[in-house]
């Protein structure tokens, strides 16, 4: 897999035990390769990650001597010092194998949410594997599985323990206070932190609230550091879209509001079909919302490569925390909320953090997402749910306290109109016709009654749509194991719902599409596969699209 990381590859040999490691150098490239190992060599460790507190954590270990500048370089010594329970100390994203050599023992652990990728398998030998991509285990193993967030494996137990314990888990209904300014110190904190590099990088912009806020503080911040320092004050930012998509106009707006230097991407529907294949080798699903975001992502991120960037910051997660999908408008009451937002964040290394981390890494680039940052999920999942409620006559739209907590009269983070601009999902900003022409292709390699038959062919996660169907025998091509499609969810769902949030809406189970124009009655470029389209709204709901009404500053649909 030398796609993930092509600046260094390691391996270490300790009896029947096997570490390789391919590097992504982001800090320290001079000395970090990996494997990383303690004083005497008795503790080697593989990592996939970032950990932003590493010179906090050096502090603690005064009596350790360190060979590398690597923020990974701490871990075999907190092992030293507290046994495997240091895992919650670290504060960043990873994924890691540790082998102590005394006693021949490994553990194994992976980021609270699962930003970073990971697999675990178990050969008929007796071998245990662990990978960063299901394409690493399926042809040595017998069964394989996702490595769940917030867990750690043992050898010694051969088994897994939750070492990720927030109160949120729980799904308990928080109370509380919402207080803007809190909410706004927390994430731009969580954006700083991940100013950490010793390479070239730049932010993904697609020119909606998320990654606009993630451009904002960057932009904000960014003289004065270490990066500045290196590479320069003014920050690269990165878009990609179809000619005339509304995200390539939103973030030219944002990049020139900011003083971006900014990279446009412009990719063909026919661009995106030819590479569907090998999206779906490297996201390793047949989710159809993930692989109909993951190609324009993929598509960028080769761009972003070629231009020696090897690091970006993305807004992924946002929408998961404060309910920002359009389907929450129809949310009943606080309760239902909250307890859809922690499935969903529970979820997310299934969806959308698996596609950030392999759409990247198929190019050797690295993706972080200040919204997933721990503390940051701490203190806005404590929020009293009632004032994430979508409230239209109180002009409270989707994520109202992430905005409101970034509108700032006298330094505006933000244009008001962007900072109030109505969420589009990603595989929709990028250009309505690209979902359009996703469909159109799969019709013309799927017939009726390829689908009638569907239920026999593939009687797990059985594809309803020819669109589907289509990915689905691809991915089966490359992984036909069991084991591998048992890794991907399944279940109804619309604009990217639970499949419990269905029945938010009667009208909603039969028109179950991902894509956020599925929202009837809430976006405002609704569609139905049976109507016409009239500048890409059905004319079956001209008359029940959402009016925009003038609130001083704010443009609230009704």
């Not at 907190?78 to 006693?103: A, K, Q, W």
């Not at 939103?250 to 412009?266: N, P, Q, R, W």
């Not at 529907?269 to 324009?296: C, F, K, L, M, N």
């Not at 404590?382 to 330094?411: C, H, N, T, V, Y």
């Amino acid at each position: 897999m030398k796609h993930r990381g092509p600046d260094w590859s390691g391996l270490y040999q300790h009896g029947d035990s096997y570490l390789a490691h391919q590097r992504l150098a982001i800090v320290d490239p001079a000395s970090g390769d990996q494997p990383l190992f303690n004083e005497d060599k008795s503790v080697a460790v593989t990592v996939n990650g970032e950990i932003y507190n590493h010179e906090e954590l050096r502090k603690k270990l005064v009596n350790h001597k360190f060979r590398t500048g690597s923020d990974c370089d701490v871990i075999a010594h907190l092992y030293e010092e507290y046994g495997e329970d240091f895992v919650d100390m670290l504060d960043g994203i990873f994924s890691f194998v540790l082998l102590d050599t005394r006693d021949n023992s490994f553990i194994v652990a992976r980021d609270a949410i699962g930003v970073t990728s990971l697999y675990i398998g178990w050969g008929l030998d007796g071998s245990v594997w662990i990978s960063s991509e299901m394409k690493g285990l399926n042809d040595d193993c017998e069964h394989f599985e996702s490595f769940p967030p917030g867990h750690l494996y043992t050898s010694k137990s051969r088994g897994f323990r939750r070492w990720y314990n927030p109160p949120w888990f729980s799904e308990s209904i928080p109370s509380v206070p919402y207080d803007p300014l809190v909410l706004r110190h927390a994430f731009e904190n969580a954006v700083i932190k991940r100013l950490m590099t010793d390479v070239p990088f730049g932010v993904l912009l697609s020119g909606g609230l998320d990654s606009s806020l993630v451009a904002s503080i960057t932009a904000r911040y960014l003289a004065g550091t270490k990066a500045a320092k290196q590479w320069g004050s003014q920050l690269h930012s990165f878009c990609v879209g179809l000619e005339g998509s509304p995200d390539l106009k939103a973030a030219k707006e944002v990049a020139d509001y900011l003083g971006t230097v900014h990279h446009e991407f412009h990719f063909t529907v026919q661009d995106g079909i030819d590479a569907i294949e090998d999206v779906i080798y490297h996201i390793e699903t047949y989710d159809v919302t993930t692989i109909r975001a993951s190609t324009p992502m993929f598509l960028m991120s080769r761009k972003i490569k070629s231009l020696g960037v090897k690091m970006v910051i993305s807004g992924e997660g946002s929408d998961e925390i404060f309910g920002g999908y359009l389907y929450f408008h129809k949310a009943p009451n606080k309760e239902e909320l909250h307890r859809e937002t922690c499935h969903k964040i529970k979820a997310l290394h299934q969806y959308d953090c698996l596609r950030a981390n392999k759409a990247t890494s198929a190019w050797g680039l690295e993706a972080r997402v200040p919204f997933l940052d721990k503390e940051f999920i701490k203190v806005a999942m404590s929020i009293d749910p009632e004032s994430k409620m979508i409230k239209r006559d109180q002009g409270r739209i989707e994520k109202w306290i992430l905005r409101k907590a970034f509108d700032d009269e006298e330094r505006p983070y933000l244009p008001k109109h962007i900072l109030y601009r109505q969420k589009e999902q990603f595989s929709d900003g990028v250009g309505y016709s690209w979902i359009d022409g996703l469909k159109a292709h799969a019709a013309k390699h799927v017939t009726d009654k390829m689908i009638l038959n569907a239920s026999y062919i593939f009687p797990h996660n059985t594809p309803t749509t020819k669109e589907a169907y289509y990915y689905r025998m691809i991915f089966e091509r490359f992984f036909p194991q069991n084991s591998a499609r048992l890794t991907v969810p399944g279940g109804a769902s619309v604009a990217c719902s639970t499949a419990k949030a269905v029945e938010w809406d009667v009208a909603w189970k039969n028109n179950l599409d991902p894509s956020g124009r599925a929202a009837l009655g809430v976006h405002l470029s609704a569609y139905d596969a049976e109507a016409p389209l009239i500048n890409n709204v059905p004319s079956k709901f001209i008359d029940s699209i959402p009016r925009m009404v003038e609130v001083p500053g704010v443009a609230i649909h009704t």
